[in-house]
């Protein structure tokens, strides 16, 4: 059996063991963690933090997409994001660097200018980024971002789509992809539930799977609790241990070193 793992500028990347994805934002409205004034110092501070405690991968974000939250514009978000790669690259240039952003043009010059090595988009590929990203030749995580029918479970319609995303990926030559159900993303907290019980049916699908589970809704309002506390975090870690159980390989989290603990061997 062919042990997975992606092409990285011309590299095998394996994932054939977990990955702590450590997320970086470099926003100021972030609904956990975010920087205070989007500075250099700053986000090479996160970076460092995260990379001693053992983060594979450090997925840099600069704009927020938290529910109800209205995103920057597209200019602002490269104004931050280009002061965050400049600090990460000159600091560490072999990391593995995925950017966060829904926009097309931002991933292009995140590549292009930065030399970021995967795009993570939340959106599912809105305008034309999937032509960008086979342009671009790098691994892309594809993230179901579309509300449910409620007709039948979420699991089935959640890996329909991606299956039909996957084919269009694939036909226009995109050969890297990592899925991600999108917990919190058009579903409430009874669809994610349900969702992250029935993991293990993205399986089917063949290819690696990522989880953002970290300190999200669907595990603090059942407690009554804020995403910032100590019980979020604790129910982010058993959710994630849960999800590992399940077949996810990738874990993007604020937390790197309790999840390094706690789910590499």
């Known amino acids: 059996m062919t042990e997975p793992a992606i092409n990285i500028k011309g590299r095998l990347y394996s994932l054939a063991s977990p990955k702590v994805m450590a997320i970086i934002n470099a926003t100021t409205d972030s609904f956990a963690f975010s920087c205070t004034n989007i500075s250099e110092a700053e986000v090479l501070a996160m970076a460092a933090k995260a990379l001693a405690e053992g983060a594979d991968i450090l997925d840099v974000g600069a704009c927020s997409t938290r529910p109800g939250s209205t995103p920057v514009g597209e200019e602002e978000e490269w104004r931050r994001l280009n002061i965050a790669l400049k600090a990460i690259r000159t600091a560490y240039p072999d990391v593995v660097v995925s950017v966060d952003t829904f926009r097309s043009e931002i991933a292009r010059r995140a590549v292009t200018e930065w030399g970021a090595d995967v795009i993570n988009d939340i959106s599912g590929g809105i305008g034309d980024m999937f032509t960008s990203v086979a342009e671009l030749g790098v691994p892309y995580i594809l993230t179901h971002n579309a509300p449910l029918e409620g007709k039948r479970p979420v699991s089935v319609e959640v890996i329909e789509y991606l299956i039909r995303k996957v084919d269009e990926l694939h036909r226009l030559g995109v050969k ?54 100590d019980e979020a975090l604790a129910a982010t870690v058993e959710a994630n241990k849960l999800a590992l159980s399940l077949g996810a390989t990738i874990f993007r989290v604020h937390d790197v070193a309790i999840h390094r603990q706690s789910l590499i061997p």
């Open 176 to 229: 890297d992809v990592i899925i991600d159900p999108g917990f919190g993303f058009n579903k409430d907290v009874a669809q994610c539930t349900e969702l992250l019980t029935h993991l293990g049916d993205l399986q089917l699908i063949g290819l690696p799977v990522l989880v953002g589970l970290s300190r999200k809704s669907m595990l603090y309002k059942p407690l009554g609790v804020e995403p910032a506390s």
